[in-house]
């Protein structure tokens, strides 16, 4: 007689992030698909019941925000996860998932026109001249992601051709440069603060994550990123739960 009892999944519950308004995008790509998964949202695999626990609001475009809102989320008591994973806009066209981040290089002011620490951006370094590729050198400790993002990207995401690109494969990439403004500060931000909780002087974390997503309709509308999301959550968890990490 064949064992019929079903396998018994495991729980799992995966922080969400993502980001206001800034620059000339008043509706943040980031925040139009997290806040679509609230309250909270279930999706269950073979092996896991995953559940996604966006934020109860969007992330102001501010270092002080990041600094003070984000840590806490490692230390609070009444937040509870297994892994984060923060969201925010980044290039038209593609979905990039970062592998890393660095402590400084922070040069371009945020929506209060400040810098991390509170002072002042330089005249030429504000918000709308944040898009520029210049002025970028990282510095500082680089924090990184210990889970295998290669591996999520090329073998974890399960493909689909997005509707608004019916002949094309989803365009999901690795990525190394975050672009060192409030994504790739909030990436080091989370990064810092988990391998602060885990301990043993660590640099790399398996519980934090961070992807870029294209604004809105070029092309990809939110049901695309929500497609994404959730296979990129489901990828991440399988790295996680394996091991397939790098050290």
Known sequence: MTDQTPIKKKNITIYLTGFGPFR?????????IISSF???????????????????HWLKVAYSTVTSEVPRLHTATDVAFDYILHVGLGKAGEYRLERRAFEEGYVFGDVDGKVPGGADAAPDKGIMQSESAEGREPGGQEFGCALDVRWIVEEGVERFQPEETPDEELPIKVSDDAGR?????TYYTSLKAACEKEGNGKLKSEKVLFMHVPPLTKPFGIETGRRVLIEVAKAMVKAGEERKVIS
């Open 24 to 32: 000339t995008h008043t509706h943040n790509s980031s925040w139009a």
């Open 181 to 185: 403004f409030l994504c790739e500060f």
């Open 38 to 56: 609230q309250p909270r949202t279930t999706i269950a695999t073979e092996t896991h019941t995953i559940t996604l626990l966006p934020h109860p």
